[in-house]
């Protein structure tokens, strides 16, 4: 967190047609990630050396999926916040930039959709195949959860306190928001129906691939809203603890010659 805490946009730029996203041949693939960041800026300047970004933590957490229509299956897959900040840097984050922080934090989520999709076994009295989808696999995953805290700041002392708190706050709050909007994925499956094996969508041979593209489009359009909204309430959530009043509040912790 800092005063201004600039959301940086997506690295890469998504493939801007839904029906582009399986490639030729290809019924799987990964999104494109999206990233928070936040800053904590001590209220005392400093003249801080320029810091490199931290890892983040390897440990697993899954929310089990729960009335989600069939054929889905619905997986939000998250790294846990790092056991220990990282404490090597005098101002964490990412280098070239000019300001002051006393902690960072830097969440990264990512969807993924595969679907399998099979074909009925016979053609009607038409010469139409029934295509299905077998399991449309949605999963959305944190891969990456940093915390840092300034070097500046000695284990133990009021603003290492005050900086560790504030930053596990935003990363625990960052991943309640990613479990809650598994609802919100839900929630979207439930009014995408897609064609089982027991209600085919019966079609021209020659029309395979571009009506699997059809079909896939809206759900490949909803988790792009999904993860959108996901990062919306990052970034709400993340200014809203990074404040001036909230900032003073934080601040007026430890004795200002102590930052």
């Not at 099979?118 to 915390?147: C, D, E």
């Not at 809203?240 to 909230?246: F, Q, V």
Request: charged fraction near 15%; aromatic fraction near 8%; hydrophobic fraction near 30%.
């Amino acid at each position: 967190m800092k005063r201004k805490a600039p959301t940086h946009p997506e690295r890469s730029k998504e493939l801007n047609t839904p029906s582009s996203f399986f490639s030729s041949q290809k019924t799987a693939g990964f999104f494109q990630s999206s990233s928070t960041d936040s800053f904590f800026q001590p209220p005392k300047a400093h003249q801080h050396s320029k810091g490199e970004q931290a890892t983040g933590g390897q440990g697993k957490g899954a929310i089990a999926s729960s009335s989600v229509p069939a054929p889905y299956y619905i997986s939000f897959t998250h790294v846990a916040p790092p056991a220990r900040p990282d404490h090597s840097q005098p101002n964490p984050g990412p280098p070239g930039k000019s300001v002051n922080r006393a902690g960072f934090t830097h969440i990264s989520h990512r969807p993924s959709l595969s679907i399998a999709w099979g074909r009925t076994p016979m053609p009607n009295s038409q010469g139409q195949i029934g295509i299905f989808v077998r399991s449309a696999n949605v999963g959305f995953n944190v891969h990456t959860l940093t915390v840092a805290i300034s070097s500046d700041y000695a284990r133990g002392s009021c603003p290492y306190q005050v900086t560790y708190a504030h930053e596990y706050r935003h990363a625990r709050n960052f991943l309640r928001i990613f479990r809650n909007h598994r609802s919100t994925m839900v929630q979207r499956a439930q009014g995408i129906v897609l064609p089982t094996a027991q209600t085919p969508c019966y079609i021209d041979p020659t029309q395979i691939n571009t009506i699997q593209n059809q079909i896939a489009d809206p759900l490949i359009r909803a988790i792009k809203d999904v993860k959108s909204q996901i990062t919306a309430d990052m970034v709400a959530d993340r200014d809203s603890m990074d404040s001036p009043s909230s900032y003073a509040k934080e601040y007026s912790q430890c004795p200002r010659a102590d930052w």
